[in-house]
């Protein structure tokens, strides 16, 4: 009797140890992939379906093993659905890692001083993101109202998931620009010439235009705020550009200057009527806390910096200097 339960102990302890090291290999083994393999969980998945699909794949050898596995743990077979990457660790990291919707980040980024349709034709092409705009009522889309998208959306690298909506992330550029632009309105100066946080951002958008050095847009801003506190027009090729629109051909021309758009400020007072692109933080800040300062004109110097004038004397002088740097350049 004693015989028996003696074999009975051992062959215990051998299934036992048997079993331990099934499940250490099962626990350890690797999932077979090509580097970088994007994955696409889709909803409804069941966990013995995710496991034959990677067996088919011939990514893994066995279900079985696993199957038995998730009987003894029953949190690997809550898969959430998306898009993930897998890689060469183990089978079960590679489950864990679905079981926690650790899914591929994708994202987009919106540049400082791109305008709408540059904006709209790269979003239009992003990886996996459902193409949901409106053409015609994209403002409403986007904003929940009829205005202007343009200057709207803040410039920042937005991330996605897979099948998330192209209209969602713009809808979170569109909610973090209203969020700086209402911050920024509360620490605005006294007496600046524009009524309203648009009229701010009008502004913002065409100081982010005209800026080719970061150091320079409170002077900038500066300046438009006296010409228009001086009602001078602003006359800023940015705008004019804007205005002509798919027309434009890379080469202002005098005949643009004099040629009337809503968007014209060398025809028009005041402000144009939209933005003319997404203006950053900076651009901004600059437009509602301008230093004070007696400039109302300045001119490219070639090398991405302005020369600022206090009198159209000093601005005539700096345009023939421009003028004359340029010739050198050419010969």
């Not at 990457?85 to 890692?97: C, G």
């Not at 053409?135 to 690298?157: K, R, S, V």
């Not at 007072?269 to 004070?292: Q, R």
Request: proline share 4%; glycine share 6%.
């Amino acid at each position: 009797m004693l015989r028996v339960i003696i074999s009975i102990v051992l062959l215990a302890l051998l299934v036992t140890g048997i079993g331990y090291q099934q499940l250490q290999s099962t626990i350890n083994s690797t999932l077979t992939v090509p580097a970088n393999t994007l994955f696409e969980v889709k909803k409804g998945t069941g966990f013995n379906q995710l496991c034959q699909q990677w067996q088919a794949k011939k990514w893994l050898e066995s279900c079985l093993r696993y199957q038995i596995l998730a009987k003894l743990d029953p949190t690997l077979t809550d898969l959430k659905a998306g898009l993930y990457q897998l890689d060469e660790s183990t089978v079960v990291d590679n489950i864990r890692r679905i079981n926690q919707g650790q899914q591929v980040s994708f994202s987009f980024t919106i540049i400082e001083g791109q305008m709408l349709r540059d904006v709209l034709a790269k979003i239009a092409v992003a990886p996996h993101l459902q193409q949901d705009l409106k053409a015609n009522e994209l403002g409403l889309q986007i904003t929940g109202n009829e205005q202007h998208l343009e200057g709207w959306l803040f410039p920042e690298t937005y991330h996605y998931h897979a099948n998330d909506t192209a209209s969602s992330v713009l809808r979170r550029a569109y909610l973090k620009m209203q969020t700086v632009l209402d911050t920024a309105w509360l620490q605005r100066a006294d007496s600046l010439p524009y009524e309203n946080q648009y009229q701010a951002l009008i502004l913002a958008s065409i100081i982010e235009k005209e800026t080719g050095l970061a150091s320079e847009r409170p002077l900038i801003a500066s300046v438009f705020n006296n010409r228009l506190n001086s009602k001078m027009r602003l006359q800023t090729d940015p705008t004019v550009i804007y205005g002509l629109g798919v027309d434009f051909d890379g080469d202002i021309k005098r005949k643009d200057l004099t040629t009337y758009t809503p968007y014209n400020t060398y025809k028009i007072n005041g402000l144009p009527p939209t933005p003319i692109a997404m203006p950053s933080k900076a651009a901004i800040l600059a437009a509602v806390n301008p230093p004070e300062s007696e400039y109302v004109y300045f001119v490219a110097k070639g090398d991405g910096s302005h020369q600022f004038s206090k009198t159209l004397k000093e601005h005539n002088k700096a345009v023939q200097d421009y003028l004359r740097y340029q010739k050198q350049l050419a010969n």
